[in-house]
């Protein structure tokens, strides 16, 4: 089983699962798409396993039955991907200090009630339980925890510390303690903004000594 790169060098940056869901799509702070990472159905499985929701057997057990169901896993990419464009609405208006659009959060209702129907409560890792779910050979089940961390972060925050990047359209939890972070991650747009912020200053000072130098041989 070889992970496609296109999935394994993806970035987790959200600090919740639904945030990284969202994230699986690259563009720019206005929202255009300049990179996909869901091509196929094969990446929703495997995706799953980088983010530690799928076992490797769960993967190529998932990869067999979209084989053998080609129908069925096209319609649950086109699923799938209409519903990352509910969430990704969603937590950016939430970023905006917006209303969440109604039909975004109906969506994200009707996934958590199909979520918990098929989940089951098992005892947690410390005192209390939590929510388990056997995907067996369900083709969409990758979505199942998707839909709960999306609901649990709407219901019970910190929705407050919901941003957008400053240099793409990624959305991420922020956790920093005085809230200021701006950026997806500092070794990529907050480089990157460095970057152009110090090739702005070279150009700006170039500007000014080419124009001082033509007065003074005027």
Do not use: Q
Request: charged residues 30%; aromatic residues 8%; glycine residues 12%.
């Amino acid at each position: 089983m070889e992970t496609p790169v296109r999935i394994s060098e993806l970035r987790l940056v959200g600090g919740n699962l639904a945030l990284d869901f969202a994230n699986t799509a690259e563009g720019t702070p206005e929202g255009k798409i300049e990179r996909e990472h869901l091509l196929g159905y094969e990446d929703l499985p495997f995706w799953g396993h980088h983010v530690g929701l799928l076992s490797g057997e769960d993967v190529e057990r998932l990869l067999l039955k979209g084989r053998e169901r080609p129908a069925e896993a096209d319609a649950v990419l086109a699923h799938a991907l209409g519903f990352r464009g509910h969430l990704y609405r969603i937590f950016r208006a939430v970023a905006k200090g917006e209303d969440p659009p109604t039909e975004g959060v109906e969506a994200v209702r009707l996934f958590e009630c199909e979520a918990i129907f098929r989940a089951k409560l098992v005892p947690g890792p410390g005192e209390g339980f939590a929510w388990e779910w056997a995907l067996g050979d369900e083709l969409n089940g990758v979505l199942w925890p998707v839909a709960h961390a999306a609901t649990g972060l709407l219901t019970s925050g910190p929705l407050w510390r919901v941003k957008g990047c400053a240099g793409c359209n990624w959305l991420f939890v922020d956790e920093s303690k005085n809230k200021s972070r701006r950026w997806c991650s500092m070794e990529d747009c907050g480089t990157h903004a460095k970057m152009r912020r110090y090739v702005a200053r070279r150009a700006a000072k170039r500007a000014k000594r080419n124009n001082s130098e033509g007065r003074n041989t005027s």
